[in-house]
């Protein structure tokens, strides 16, 4: 089974930076991507950014510029930095990594349990 811990949520003025992480732990584990979504109040789940454990990123465009997605694979560690944040990146944020089965070879996804940034105005 993988389990994604996520952390470095928390509140912060507009213009500010915060970055949160997210683990990924379970045997075996073969990740393709790593990535976030995020909620905010009322909307859909939305792509924030996702990384490839080759190296390829993909970013929303309202946050391309001021968001960057990194990852540490032998940690199966998948960090974002949040800069120069505005009122409506207000969200929470959710881990995803797109895991390979060894026995079967087919990809899902996991979602870690979601991480509240507030950003204030």
């Known amino acids: 089974q993988v389990q994604l811990v996520e952390s470095g949520g928390g509140l912060v003025q507009a213009g500010g930076s915060l970055r949160i992480s997210c683990a990924a732990s379970g045997s075996g584990l073969n990740i393709n991507f790593m990535g976030w979504h995020r909620q905010a109040p009322g909307k859909q789940r939305e792509l924030v950014a996702t990384l490839t454990a080759s190296g390829f990123s993909n970013y929303a465009d309202s946050v391309k510029g001021r968001f960057t997605i990194s990852r540490d694979n032998s940690k199966n560690t998948v960090y974002l930095q949040m800069d120069s944040l505005k009122p409506e990146d207000t969200a929470v944020y959710y881990c995803?990594?797109?895991?390979?089965?060894?026995?079967?070879?087919?990809?899902?996804?996991?979602w870690g349990q979601g991480t509240q940034v507030t950003v204030s105005s």
């Open positions: 995803v990594a797109n895991v390979i089965s060894s026995s079967t070879w087919l990809a899902r996804n996991y």
